[in-house]
């Protein structure tokens, strides 16, 4: 969220606000998040993201694109207004305020910490319900809402089947809390000495919003590669991470770390300019 040319924390941004900014975004966002999501999960068993895009069409048309929105809608609204009451909450709290240095950001990244914790079932309902497209019928978990899916996952390994990949999801909201406002901030600066401008027009602020998003993304496809085919993964004893990257770089080399980098930039796109 960008005003006055600088890139605002939840400090200063209106509840409703945050909320239809990413609500928007993942709407928009959505058909380039569903080919990542499967580029990512179907990584151990490769499957091209040409072919991806043309299981998505062939089973359900144009609709294929919008497949598990609801989950991805569910998800986006868990982690937008947990983060914004944790942030506020611990912007308050007098145990925190007594500590030096104190800033925005750090308590920016200790609520998308929490809010990654809190929201880490929901992100699991969404993208299984997004891979569901590609796989075939003997494999889908075909889950119809959150509750029977936390049910489901809940008979098949307890709490410890609905949370996995919590902390790689956390860890991952946490930086991306932290990274962004600094990021922002520095090439927006840069931007404008090279153009030598005195103000910051919008067009300077949708730039320096892609490229932000466009090296966070960069930086968080590994972390978000070895995320998805974790959470996506149909076992009662989940794959460690360490076998997981053993596995991809035993399959695609390094490259595998940055399957699914391609829909990820362009989903980039709408999110910088809805922001």
């Known amino acids: 969220m960008t005003t006055q040319g600088t890139y605002e924390t939840l400090s200063n941004v209106p509840a409703y606000l945050v909320y239809l900014i990413n609500l928007t975004g993942t709407v928009l966002a959505h058909p380039m998040d569903v080919m990542r999501v499967n580029v990512q999960a179907s990584a151990l068993h490769y499957i091209s993201l040409r072919r991806i895009i043309r299981l998505m069409f ?13 989950g991805a809608i569910v ?9 914004y009451m944790f942030f506020h909450y611990l912007k308050h709290s007098q145990y925190i305020t007594i500590l030096k240095p104190f800033d925005n950001n750090a308590v920016a990244g200790l609520s998308g910490f929490c809010s990654g914790m809190l929201a880490t079932p929901f992100v699991k309902y969404a993208m299984i319900r997004q891979t569901d ?38 860890l991952t909201s946490c930086a991306l809390a932290v990274a962004t406002p600094p990021i922002y901030n520095t090439i927006q600066d840069l931007l404008v000495k090279l153009h030598k401008l005195d103000d910051k027009p ?12 466009s090296i966070l993304s960069l930086i968080f496809t590994p972390v978000d590669a070895i995320k998805t085919i974790i959470m996506t993964a149909d076992y009662e004893v989940y794959p460690m991470k360490k076998d997981v990257c053993a596995a991809l770089i035993q399959r695609h080399g390094y490259k595998g770390f940055f399957l699914g980098l391609k829909p990820a930039l362009a989903a980039i796109i709408p999110h910088s300019i809805v922001a």
């Not at 062939?58 to 609801?70: D, M, S, V």
């Not at 003997?138 to 936390?150: G, H, K, L, Q, T």
């Not at 949708?206 to 490229?211: E, F």
């Open 58 to 70: 062939n089973k359900k048309g144009i609709r294929g694109f919008y497949y598990g929105l609801e």
């Open 75 to 83: 998800r986006c609204t868990v982690q937008s207004i947990s983060q």
């Open 133 to 170: 497209l590609t796989r075939n019928v003997y494999d889908r978990r075909n889950y119809v809402n959150f509750a029977n899916a936390c049910f489901c996952m809940f008979h098949k390994g307890g709490i410890k089947h609905i949370f996995a990949g919590f902390k790689l999801h956390a």
């Open 202 to 213: 919008w067009e300077i602020s949708l730039i320096s919003l892609t490229l932000t998003g």
